[in-house]
């Protein structure tokens, strides 16, 4: 019972001081890590509630997309695509160049991947089933996408700042290299307006192509005599955020609401990160193994490193 009162306690700590901007994103994801591997928060409280916290990710993804209007969105998803096909091509290879090497194990090296290359958590989940991936797989891939992103999201801004990246730069960096949506949106708000909207497009315009990976890695699998079981997680949320661009393009008299949505839903997003960092403990570290956590690494790194350079050169 204390256990649950001092959760609670935090939580609701957590999000009047997000709601008052006395927290920021990378705060948030701070204390949300900092209680989770110290067990402030009850272990079983959090699992019991990572479907709610998924759920409020994307309610306020949603949100956010009454502050783009869909004109906007279709000309950054044109310039994105190329970059974003190339992006998620090279993650692969880097993937699989290193777990040759390095002899890690060959499933979780895809959801791995799949994590890095398009929407970390989104896409480990969409993929899993078609690979038949096991719990213990996917924990480990997902403890992987959680711990770079909390790195990201504490770095990038910093990064951002240092190499002096103009608004749409660092957005457009930061959906090519950040996994999940949430730390892609964290680390945006943190550098501007612009790079928020330019992130937060470009991050789910890219997420749409869990569609052709599930499908070219569900033909490998029944091409190797693999059935595959249970459904693919697509995030039907996608949907919902571009029915909130059109709206908020063409029904101008939405905008005062409009203004208000979109505040609250940067908050809401805050408190998710706070919520997604009580996910990381100490048991799930434990779990990695030494030549996954290298292949995630270094692929990470080297997706971010090159995708910097490209960026800085040539847009």
């Keep these: 019972m204390r256990s649950r009162i001092l959760s609670y306690t935090i939580a609701a700590l957590v999000l009047l001081g997000t709601l008052l901007g006395y927290i920021s994103p990378a705060i948030a994801l701070l204390i949300g890590v900092v209680a989770g591997v110290l067990q402030f928060v009850n272990k079983d409280l959090v699992q019991r509630n990572i479907g709610f916290q998924k759920s409020l990710l994307q309610i306020s993804v949603v949100g956010l997309g009454f502050g783009i209007h869909i004109q906007e969105a279709l000309v950054m998803g044109t310039n994105s695509f190329f970059v974003s096909l190339v992006a998620i091509v090279f993650t692969f290879i880097i993937a699989f160049s290193l777990a040759k090497l390095l002899k890690s194990e060959k499933i979780t090296t895809i959801l791995v991947a799949s994590g890095t290359a398009i929407c970390g958590g989104s896409a480990i989940a969409a993929v899993s089933p078609s690979i038949k991936a096991n719990s213990h797989q996917t924990s480990i891939a997902l403890a992987i996408?959680?711990?770079?992103?909390?790195?990201?999201?504490?770095i990038f801004p910093t990064i951002g700042h240092f190499f002096d990246l103009s608004q749409s730069q660092f957005g457009l960096w930061c959906?090519?290299?950040?996994?999940?949506?949430?730390?892609?949106?964290?680390?945006?708000?943190?550098?501007?307006?612009?790079?928020?909207?330019?992130?937060?497009?470009?991050?789910?315009?890219?997420?749409?192509?869990?569609?052709?990976?599930?499908?070219?890695?569900?033909?490998?699998?029944?091409?190797?005599?693999?059935?595959?079981?249970?459904?693919?997680a697509f995030p039907w949320f996608i949907l919902a955020f571009l029915a909130a661009m059109l709206l908020t393009s063409y029904l101008p008299q939405l905008d005062f609401i409009a203004d208000k949505i979109v505040w609250f839903s940067r908050k809401l997003l805050i408190f998710t990160l706070f919520l997604i960092g009580l996910q990381i403990n100490i048991g799930q570290l434990k779990k990695l193994g030494f030549n996954i956590l290298i292949v995630g690494v270094l692929t990470w790194l080297v997706l971010a490193l090159l995708s910097l350079m490209y960026i800085v050169n040539y847009t």
């Design 175 to 232: 959906a090519i290299a950040i996994h999940d949506t949430s730390s892609v949106v964290g680390a945006s708000e943190l550098f501007g307006e612009e790079s928020l909207s330019i992130a937060t497009t470009t991050k789910l315009v890219r997420t749409l192509w869990i569609i052709p990976l599930v499908l070219i890695i569900s033909f490998g699998s029944h091409s190797n005599g693999t059935q595959t079981q249970g459904k693919s």
């Design 145 to 154: 996408v959680f711990l770079l992103n909390a790195i990201a999201l504490f």
